[in-house]
C-alpha cells in the first residue's frame, strides 16, 4: 500500500471513529479493506482511495470504517465484572433508590451484544433482588452490521460456548439448527442502537451503570479523555463506569475515580463514603 | 498438580486432549469407553473427567449415572464434550449430574473458557 494511501484511510477513520491506526497496522487496513475493494468491483485498496476522493460515497466511507473496527466479544467476557455487577454494584444501587426509579444500564460499544444480554441474564438471575423494578438496557455501537446481529440475538454454538454456562444456556436460549437463539424475555430487555462514542451522548440519558469495555484500546489519549468526560456526563452522581481488563482511566480523567478495591471499575469522585478508618 | 481422565473411544481426540491439558498444567489419565473409566475412578478420583458420549461398551452417559452412585469422598467435576449437539441430550447430562457440556468440534479455547467457570483454572 502507499504511504498516502494509507495516510489518507487511517485519517478518515481516525476522525469517523477514534480508531488510531499507526503505521506498523498496514496489514490490518490491507487484511481489512481487500475484500472490500473487491466487492466494490475495485482494483485494489489504491483504487478504493481513488474511488473515495473522486466522488462523495457516504456509504463506502462508512463501510470502510466499519470494516476497520475489531468486533470481538464474548458472554460474560472476563467473569469478574458481572461478578461485582450481582454482589455488589447491583445490590447498593438497588438500596439506594426507590423502587419505582427504573435501573438503567449502558452497554457502550457493545458489539454483536454478548455483554448486553450477559447482564441481562445477570439481571434475571437476581430478579429477587431487583423485585420488579424496571429495568432498560441500551446498548450502542458504531457498526451497523453488528447491530444487526445484536437484534437478531441468533448465535453459533461457538460463540455460546465461549463464556456462558450451561445451565445459562439451556435456560435462557432455544436451539435453531446449529444456532442459538437468545429468549424473548431477553431481548425485550435490551434496546440496540447506534451510536458513535466520538458523539455527544446525553441524547441516550442518564446512566446508574455503564459498560464501556475494550473500546478505549483503540482510541489515542486525547480520544480516550473526551469519551470519559462524556461517560462522565451521564452517569448517575452514585453510579459507576466498568472498563476492560486491560483498560484504565488513571490519569485521564478528573471527573472520575477508581472505586477502592475493585480494580476496573470507576465512580464520579467524591461520590463514595467517606473514609470510615482514619 | 490437577488431575483428569480423558475418556473417549478415539485415540486422536484423547491426545488431542491430552496435549491441551497438559499444556494447562494437568496430569492426565485416558479410558477409551466408560466402564475403563469407572474403574480408572475407582482406583483414584480424579479433580476432573473430560467425557464422550457415544462410546462402546459404555457410554457417557451411563458411566456418569454410576459414577455419581459411589461411595465417595469427593466427586470430581465432569464435563461432557461430545458430538451430541442437540438440547435434549444437554438436558439429560446436566440431569445425571454433569457440570459442564463441551459442543464437538471444539476448541481449545472453548475448554479452557470452560474450566475456568467450574473453578478448575
Ligand atoms: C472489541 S469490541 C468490544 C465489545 C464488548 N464491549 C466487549 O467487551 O466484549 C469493540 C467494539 O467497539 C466498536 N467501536 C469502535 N469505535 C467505536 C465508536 N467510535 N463508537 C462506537 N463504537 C465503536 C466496534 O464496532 C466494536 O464492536
Known amino acids: 500500500m502507499q504511504a498516502a494511501d494509507f495516510q489518507f484511510l487511517s485519517a478518515l477513520i481516525k476522525e469517523r471513529s477514534g480508531i488510531a491506526l499507526s503505521s506498523d497496522k498496514t496489514y490490518l487496513l490491507e487484511n481489512r479493506l481487500g475484500p472490500l475493494a473487491a466487492q466494490r468491483r475495485l482494483n485494489d485498496i489504491a483504487g478504493l482511495v481513488a474511488r473515495m476522493k473522486s466522488v462523495r460515497d457516504e456509504q463506502l466511507i462508512r463501510d470502510v470504517v466499519e470494516a476497520m473496527t475489531t468486533n470481538e466479544s464474548l458472554f460474560f467476557r472476563d467473569g469478574k465484572p458481572f461478578e461485582l455487577l450481582r454482589t455488589a454494584i447491583l445490590p447498593r444501587i438497588v438500596a439506594a433508590r426507590p423502587k419505582e426509579r427504573p435501573l438503567r444500564i449502558w452497554s457502550a460499544a457493545c458489539s454483536s451484544g454478548q455483554e448486553a444480554y450477559s447482564i441481562a441474564i445477570t439481571l434475571l438471575e437476581e430478579e429477587a433482588l431487583l423485585a420488579g423494578r424496571p429495568v432498560e438496557i441500551v446498548a450502542t455501537d458504531i457498526a451497523t452490521s453488528m447491530l444487526i446481529k445484536a437484534k437478531a440475538g441468533v448465535y453459533s454454538q461457538f460463540e455460546v460456548q465461549r463464556g456462558l454456562p450451561i445451565r445459562l444456556l439451556l435456560k435462557y436460549f432455544t436451539q435453531k439448527g446449529t444456532n442459538w437463539e437468545i429468549a424473548p424475555r431477553l431481548r425485550s430487555m435490551v434496546s440496540f442502537r447506534q451510536h458513535n462514542m466520538l458523539g455527544e451522548c446525553a441524547g441516550l440519558g442518564r446512566f446508574d451503570i455503564v459498560f464501556c469495555r475494550n473500546v478505549l484500546i483503540y482510541f489515542d489519549e486525547p480520544t480516550k479523555k473526551g469519551v470519559i468526560e462524556r461517560i462522565a456526563q451521564v452517569l448517575a452522581p452514585d453510579g459507576v463506569l466498568l472498563l476492560g481488563a486491560v483498560e484504565t482511566i488513571i490519569g485521564l480523567s478528573t471527573r472520575l475515580e477508581i472505586v477502592p478495591g475493585a480494580a476496573g471499575i470507576y465512580r464520579p469522585v467524591g461520590s463514595g463514603p467517606r473514609a470510615a478508618v482514619a | ?121
Open chain 2, 1 to 121: 498438580m490437577r488431575t483428569c481422565l480423558i475418556v473417549d473411544d478415539s485415540r486422536v481426540v484423547r491426545t488431542v486432549a491430552r496435549r491441551i491439558l497438559e499444556e494447562l498444567q494437568f496430569a492426565s489419565r485416558e479410558a477409551g469407553d466408560g466402564q475403563a473409566a469407572l474403574a480408572a475412578c475407582q482406583e483414584e478420583i480424579p479433580d476432573f473427567v473430560l467425557l464422550d458420549w457415544n462410546m462402546p461398551v459404555m457410554n457417557g452417559l451411563d458411566f456418569l449415572r454410576a459414577l455419581r452412585q459411589l461411595p465417595s469422598v469427593r466427586q470430581p467435576i465432569v464435563i461432557f464434550c461430545t458430538t451430541e449437539n442437540d438440547i435434549n441430550h444437554i438436558q439429560q447430562a446436566i440431569e445425571a449430574g454433569a457440570d459442564e457440556y463441551i459442543m464437538k468440534p471444539f476448541a481449545s479455547d472453548v475448554l479452557q473458557a470452560k474450566l475456568v467457570q467450574v473453578g478448575l483454572l
